[in-house]
């Protein structure tokens, strides 16, 4: 599969506390994209990075690539109620189309 | 903030009937695309569409599929004779660089339930 896959399946952790989680693919990227969607709803685009890129910060995001291992991990930091979701990674190589992963499903407790 | 619109947003349609979903993209993207998600599995993608033609689609987005751009700002998804499996939430997203250089804004999603 050219899919990225996303380790945990799911992830509960206290508000606060960071969380992380990886992606891992088969085949040469252009780029690697990462996404959230709240239950129900849509994709909301979080961060890209390139594959030239070893590491990428948006607020309280990081995102790291080794294309070498071919495996991205992103961490949000001091996480809140609100980042309650699930989390894609998205990888894009030289076509149109992204392929996503399973999704990781992270859960902060009050 | 520019968003991507979808219409409607829950459809439930007898097998076999035709549906057609509404999606107004981004009004200064010129990349189209439309995904689907079977509940609980994984973001499929459908086709992507760019200077009023196809440029790229799955296996999954075979003859009973059809997309088109009918003026300016619509962008729809045809399927003609809808399955039970088509059941499944359709995100429709645009970009503005075809080539992946940003990110897609996606739509809310319609959720389509063939009965």
């Known amino acids: 599969s050219q899919q990225g896959e996303e380790d945990p399946q799911a992830l509960s952790i206290q508000e606060g506390e960071n969380a992380t989680m990886n992606c891992s693919y088969k085949t040469s990227i252009n780029n690697l994209q990462w996404y959230r969607q709240n239950s129900g709803r849509g994709l909301v685009h979080l961060i890209l990075i390139r594959s030239n890129e070893r590491e990428k910060h948006s607020g309280r995001l990081r995102v790291t690539l080794d294309t070498s291992k071919k495996s991205s991990s992103l961490l949000i930091t001091a996480s809140r109620a609100a980042d309650t979701a699930s989390y894609f990674c998205a990888r894009r190589s030289n076509d149109y189309k992204l392929s996503f992963g399973a999704g990781t499903t992270v859960t902060v407790r009050a | 903030e520019p968003e991507v619109t979808q219409t409607p947003s829950h459809q439930v349609t007898q097998m076999g009937q035709e549906v057609i979903l509404r999606c107004v993209p981004i009004?200064?993207?010129?990349?189209f695309y439309w995904y689907r998600q079977i509940l609980g599995q994984k973001v499929e993608f459908l086709v992507s569409?760019?200077?009023?033609?196809?440029?790229?689609k799955s296996e999954i987005f075979d003859d009973q599929f059809s997309v088109e751009r009918p003026d300016g700002s619509n962008f729809t998804l045809k399927i003609r004779s809808t399955k039970l499996e088509d059941s499944a939430m359709y995100f429709c997203a645009s970009s503005d660089k075809g080539v992946g250089e940003y990110g897609y804004t996606f739509g809310s999603g319609t959720r389509l339930t063939v009965v």
């Open positions: 009004s200064n993207h010129l990349y």
């Open positions: 569409f760019y200077n009023n033609e196809i440029s790229e």
